[in-house]
């Protein structure tokens, strides 16, 4: 099983985002209809433990999830972690509503195989019921299936961390989970706003999600992200990896800093942005998108939301998850706000303790 992949958990879970140059933690608690974050860490991972989304060491992964666990002080022992999309493949398929669970797991594993090219012995694979279908006395199912050494490197990471795996969830469906903490940030009347593009630009992957009434219709990866400007401000002031993040981070690089190498690749980001978008719209009946959200540690880069509005004509922000809920007295709020557009994820896995 895919770790309960869909399925609904009731015990605290830790969101545990493990992406390819850090692992982000985030708990939650729900209490008369308001979320409290009750700690939060994020950790840098070392070059190459993570490869484009594949964990290439796991013992590493694991040490940089205990740190992160030591500093956020969490007693949570129980995770969610999830997958990137391009790893997972999901299918809508129709089933007669009278089967017991049993018998309709049983009947999914048997017709499985029409749906995955890999060996079924290699794949963790999980269901659920996402209501009625269109045909009478049917329901639609949603499967799905990913490579089970995908999910098996991802759970010992989290056991030499010290923790257990509750959730296995998908990336995509944990972004549409916090994007329900966004909506009540847009400037726009939000009956208005139908179709809305969550752009996560990390280190080294942007993944484009497009929203249609709060579900996703849509998710594209592309290689592309903050590295890049790091690797710029190395070849050009002749600084090493760290040297670079740090100066990115903290300023104190030269002045010309801003003009020759920031605004050329803020350019890119929205070049990248509306290729992205022009990728969507020519695969389906869209043609544009209402809003767009920017995710990932790379969209705090200063102006980016404002460029991107000016050049693609679309309103535009910078995703905070956090903006209407309370915080513990071990979170630090203005680093908490600082890092909480590249927390949608594990913000999106930390929510599935309230399933």
């Known amino acids: 099983m895919l770790a309960g992949l869909l399925k609904k958990k009731n015990k605290t879970l830790l969101g545990v985002d493990i992406s390819s140059t850090s692992v982000k933690l985030l708990e939650l608690s729900h209490n008369n209809g308001r979320y409290q974050v009750e700690s939060y860490a994020t950790e840098p991972l070392p070059a190459n433990a993570v490869i484009e989304q ?23 022992k129980k995770a969610a972690i999830a997958v990137a999309g391009s790893a997972v493949i999901t299918k809508t398929i129709e089933m007669s509503d009278d089967l017991t669970e049993d018998e309709m797991d049983h009947q999914i594993r048997i017709e ?6 890999y060996p079924l012995d290699e ?3 999980d269901w659920e019921i996402q209501g009625p279908s269109e ?5 639609n199912v949603l499967l799905a299936a990913c490579r089970s050494g995908n999910v098996e490197l991802r759970k010992d990471a989290l056991e030499i961390g010290g923790l257990e795996t ?4 998908v990336e995509a469906f944990c972004t549409e989970r916090a994007y329900e903490l966004i909506q009540t940030q847009f400037d726009d009347d939000g009956d208005d706003i ?16 497009v929203l249609h009434q709060g579900k996703t219709i849509y998710t594209r990866e592309q290689l592309f992200g903050g590295k890049q400007l790091t690797e710029e401000i190395m070849r050009r002031y002749g600084l090493s990896e760290e040297e670079a993040i740090r100066a990115k981070l903290d300023g104190g690089l030269p002045d010309d800093y801003e003009a020759e190498v920031l605004d050329p690749f803020r350019d890119s980001v929205v070049q990248q942005i509306s290729r992205s978008l ?3 719209y020519s695969s389906s009946q869209y043609n544009d998108v209402d809003y767009i959200i920017l995710a990932g540690g790379t969209s705090s880069i200063i102006g980016l939301d404002q460029l991107t509005q000016e050049k693609l004509g679309i309103s535009a922000i910078v995703a905070n998850p956090f903006v209407d809920m309370t915080l513990s007295q071990k979170v630090n709020a203005s680093m908490l706000n600082n890092d909480a557009p590249s927390l ?11 399933d």
Do not use: H, N, W
Request: glycine residues 12%; charged residues 15%.
């Open 166 to 169: 509750g959730v296995v969830d």
């Open 344 to 354: 949608m994820i594990a913000c999106g896995l930390a929510m599935r303790s309230f």
């Open 194 to 209: 139908d179709t809305v593009a969550v752009v996560d630009i990390g280190a080294t992957m942007t993944t484009l999600s």
């Open 123 to 125: 794949v963790a694979l």
């Open 112 to 117: 499985a195989d029409q749906y995955i090219p």
């Open 135 to 139: 045909l009478p006395g049917m329901v």
């Open 54 to 76: 594949s964990i290439g060491d796991e013992q590493a992964v694991g040490d940089v999830i205990k740190k992160a666990l030591g500093k956020a002080r969490s007693g949570s």
């Open 278 to 280: 022009q990728f969507f």
